[in-house]
């Protein structure tokens, strides 16, 4: 069976093929950083636009790469949403057109039941029940997955999400766009313990989180630490600002785990590529005998594999997905 993805929510245009629904044969993703780096955010006009120029010559391109013709598909996955719809349009207009000119069917996916498929990719799912941390530029929460399929979510952001905390410091500190990853890279030299940052919420006794307050506790940091004529350490600074965001996620993640009675636990979305927050986990989850799973880091950010690796399996039970259904950006995941 092959299954073709196409992710195009975000600034990331991707498409993947997957062989018996988890193998990837191809996986590719054209970046558009370049073009929002300037406005620091993405520019959901101009990421549409990039998303219709990219999409067709990267079509052809993991085709072609994974062996496979249009007559060979056997389902056509794409992400229907949460995202920016704009762009999320673009993705579905060409997996439609696919779907009917090849005969192959169309399967909708919420792209955050793909960041956490994305640790079934090449093994499979192991069995469930699992908690789910998800943790990208755009959401923040912890979900129960009693069993495939079903998800409840335990807790979420009420502001901002992990990512979008990650740029927002990564650019007060002139690391560059998207700063996550240059903040992580950054941070490794530098002592967690320099500054003592908010632990928003973290003996809240729920399952929420708060991040705003962190990114202005940063910022507050920062003119003070100027208007008194000192240097700013950027590699202190990243690393305790990281370790204030990773304490509160480890936490709550294990304390999901302990309430549900699940030993299983999953990360994914982009911010999972984060160096600590993968040592963390591991190190705490292990220490209180749950086993942590992520995905390799290029499998945390935005992809296409995921969204396939979800639509196949959904295939594979029945499922089929009209070809009138909308883009929605606020798609929840179904319970
Ligand atoms: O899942 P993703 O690719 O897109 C969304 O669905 O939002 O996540 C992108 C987010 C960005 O905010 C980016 O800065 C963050 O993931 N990110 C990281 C790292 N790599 C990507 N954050 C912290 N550490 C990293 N290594
Ligand atoms: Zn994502």
């Known amino acids: 069976m092959i299954t073709l993805g196409i992710e195009t929510s975000c600034d990331e245009t991707a498409v993947a093929v997957l062989e018996e629904g988890f ?22 006009e101009v990421a549409a636009r990039a998303h ?38 673009v993705g579905m207009a ?13 399967i909708g996916v919420n792209h955050l039941e793909g960041h956490y498929w ?10 469930p029940p699992y908690v789910a941390l998800i943790v990208s530029g755009g959401h923040t929460m912890l979900v ?7 998800h409840v979510v335990l807790g ?30 950054a941070a490794r030299t530098g002592d967690p313990h320099a500054v003592r940052f908010p632990r928003a919420m973290e003996g809240s006794g729920d399952l929420d989180f ?18 008194a004529g000192r240097a700013i350490d950027v590699p202190d600074l990243a690393a305790s600002f990281q370790e204030a965001i990773v304490d509160v996620q480890v936490s709550k993640t294990i304390a999901a785990a302990e309430r549900t009675g699940v030993r299983t ?52 039970r029945g499922e089929r997905t009209s070809l009138d259904i909308p883009a929605d950006p606020n798609l929840q995941l179904a319970t």
């Open 118 to 127: 994305a640790n079934f990719l090449e093994h499979g799912p192991p069995d």
């Open 52 to 89: 219709v120029e990219a999409l067709n010559p990267l079509l052809a391109d993991a085709l072609e790469r994974s062996g496979c013709g249009f007559d060979d598909l056997d389902g056509v996955a794409v992400t229907t949403g949460p995202g920016l719809v704009g762009a999320l349009l």
């Open 23 to 44: 193998q990837i044969r191809s996986n590719l993703i054209a970046r558009q950083e370049h073009l929002h780096e300037r406005f620091g955010g993405v520019v959901p």
């Open 94 to 106: 060409a997996a439609k057109a696919l779907a009917l000119a090849t005969r192959a069917p169309l």
């Open 210 to 227: 708060s991040l705003s307050g962190l990114k202005t506790a940063v910022l507050r940091y920062v003119r003070a630490e100027q208007a």
């Open 144 to 150: 129960h997955v009693p069993e495939l399929f079903r």
């Open 156 to 185: 979420q952001t009420l502001d901002d999400a992990a990512g979008e905390a990650f740029d927002k410091v990564a650019r007060l500190l002139g690391l560059g766009f998207p700063g996550g990853p240059a903040l992580d890279a």
């Open 265 to 316: 636990v999953l990360l994914g979305g982009g911010v999972v590529a984060n160096t600590r927050l993968r040592e963390r986990l591991t190190i705490d989850g292990e220490a209180k005998g749950l086993r942590v799973l992520y995905p390799p880091p290029e499998l945390c950010t935005d992809n296409a594999a995921m969204i396939a690796c979800v639509g196949a399996a959904r295939l594979a």
